[in-house]
C-alpha cells in the first residue's frame, strides 16, 4: 500500500500548482484521502479532505485558510486525487502530503495510518 504525490515546486505569489496523489493496492475505495501540509518549525496541518461518493463523484472540506483558493478532487479509475492551488501565498509555503484512512474515521493526523513522501511547495517571488 502506497501514496505517491506529485507535482510540487517553486512558483511566485499569485501562480497556480496542481498536486496529485496516486495510491497503490486497496487503497482508494472506502477511504477519505487527505491533504496536509507542513512549514518550518510548524505542526502538520489540515489542508483538505475529499471522499469518492462513487457514480456521483468527490465531495471535498477545506481548511478556512485555503478555501476559495484550493480545490481537491479525484479520478477513482486512477486511483488519483488532486489539489489544485490557486493565488498561492508565501504562506502557503510547505511540505504537502497526501493521506488515507478510512471513510467515517475521525480524528486528526495520528488517525491516518497511510501517508505519503510528501512534496515541496514554495511561493517566492
Known amino acids: 500500500v502506497q501514496l505517491v504525490e506529485s507535482g510540487g515546486g517553486l512558483v511566485q505569489p499569485g501562480r497556480s500548482l496542481r498536486l496529485s496523489c496516486t495510491a497503490s493496492?486497496?487503497?482508494?475505495?472506502?477511504?477519505?484521502m487527505s491533504w496536509y501540509r507542513q512549514a518550518p518549525g510548524k505542526q502538520r496541518e489540515f489542508v483538505a479532505v475529499v471522499t469518492s461518493r462513487g457514480s456521483t463523484g468527490f465531495s471535498a472540506v477545506y481548511a478556512d485558510s485555503v478555501k476559495g483558493r484550493f480545490t481537491a478532487s479525484g479520478d477513482n479509475a486512477k486511483k488519483t486525487v488532486y489539489l489544485q492551488m490557486n493565488n498561492l501565498k508565501p504562506d502557503d509555503t510547505a511540505v504537502y502530503y497526501c493521506?488515507?484512512?478510512?471513510?467515517?474515521?475521525?480524528?486528526?493526523?495520528?488517525?491516518?495510518?497511510?501517508w505519503g513522501q510528501g512534496t515541496q511547495v514554495t511561493v517566492s517571488s
Open positions: 493521506a488515507a484512512r478510512l471513510s467515517g474515521c475521525s480524528g486528526g493526523p495520528i488517525s491516518y495510518p497511510y
Open positions: 493496492g486497496s487503497l482508494f475505495s472506502g477511504y477519505a
